[in-house]
């Protein structure tokens, strides 16, 4: 069974920067993709940033350059790297993990941007 967990969300204020991990309880290379998404209370999931096994990114509009999606296959851990932060971006963000017959989610972390 693979774990994914996150960690790094927090408050900041608008116009700040965080860094979002997600580590992997196994090798990472066992995933096509790994993404993150996000959702806030009462809304769907929606989609974040993607990289595939081959190091392909690609990003909602919303976040294109602001957010960096990266990864560290010798840490088996995916990053998220969230700048100009605006008061839009408060959601919990979601790690998952798709391999070509399953994916796996993490449990979230809270990213909240104060005005």
């Known amino acids: 069974q693979v774990q994914l967990v996150e960690s790094g969300g927090g408050l900041v204020q608008a116009g700040g920067s965080l860094r979002l991990s997600c580590a992997a309880s196994g090798s990472i290379f066992s995933f096509v993709a790994m993404g993150w998404y996000r959702q806030a209370p009462g809304k769907q999931r929606e989609f974040v940033a993607t990289?595939?096994?081959?190091?392909?990114?690609n990003y909602a509009d919303s976040v294109k350059g602001r957010f960096t999606i990266s990864r560290d296959n010798a840490k088996n851990t995916v990053y998220l790297q969230m700048n100009s932060l605006e008061p839009e971006d408060t959601d919990v963000y979601y790690c998952?993990?798709?391999?070509?017959?399953?994916?796996?989610w993490g449990q979230g972390t809270q990213v909240t941007v104060s005005s």
């Open positions: 998952k993990g798709s391999r070509r017959f399953d994916a796996y």
């Open positions: 990289i595939s096994s081959g190091g392909s990114t």
